[in-house]
């Protein structure tokens, strides 16, 4: 098992699946001969060559649109977004195209297109760089959304969506890519889509999130545990569409108690889907509100004043606080 971060498990996943199968290929801007922005692709063009690695000109739009045409001809690709704001000239394609053809060929056609990108801030980027965009995938019927928080997580789930036969946006916390490094399985390692995972096991409430809020949550869990006032369970999602209700709901039925965290803004972010499957399945469970800490609904303020958009643990510890009062 070797010891990697976030960004080089993700690279060992496309590697891992470039290898197995030939059908699979990368392309994005600089993915090549640079290995992508964040050198995610490093290495991959000199091992599978400029057919199966491909540099593109800057153009979402048509790097998905292109992915569209190959998937149809039988290619399985993978596209990269430098960044996620980037990815929005390309929603007309995603929208109107690519979540649409299995429903539209009436199942007869699979769609097994990948699109990576980096989401999220905390690393002092400027406007367009740091937004988080998963509610907008989410909302899209036929596409799935990942959102990997830890090495071994993100390279299963690139696995798993490369061989998914629908289309998978996966989202990378580029705050995460390089913030810390654990054991990653050597070989052929898969995460199945669709399942959450208790990260930390709880009593009293339950914090539920993904991606980039993992370590936020798990140090408000942690604080609250050192003053001996709670017992916070952590759970990461992993995938948010499908989402693993059954895992939400068995936490929530346990603890009572349910705090929702993203870095998305707070009005038709994930979280409120999240709260709405407690109201609706879960209510009786229940014995405080269900709050949630997020993002702010404005753009993503400059660098200067992320650390104030950003949920924190001690805004977290103030919602746990919060609930297990009432």
Known sequence: MAVMNLVRAVNEGLRQEMARDDSVMVLGEDVGRLGGVFRATDGLQEEFGADRCVDTPLAEAGIVGTAIGLA??????????????FSYPALDQVLSHLSRY?????G????????RMPYGGG???PELHEDSPEALYAHAPGIKVALPSSPADAKGLIAAAVRDPDPVVVLEPKALYRASTEGVPDGEHFVELGRAVVRRHGTDATLISYGAMLPVVTAAAQRLSERGEAEVEVLDLRTLTPLDEESVLDSVAKTGRAVIVHEAPRTAGFGAEVAALLAERGILDLRAPVLRVTGFDVPYPYWSLEDSYIPSA???????EEVLRF
């Open 72 to 85: 149809l001809a039988g290619w399985r690709p993978v596209c990269e977004m430098q960044y996620e704001a």
């Open 123 to 125: 690393v002092g980027a």
């Open 314 to 320: 001690d805004r977290v510890v103030t919602a746990l």
């Open 108 to 115: 007869a056609i699979e769609m097994p297109v990948v699109i």
């Open 102 to 106: 299995r429903w539209r060929s009436g």
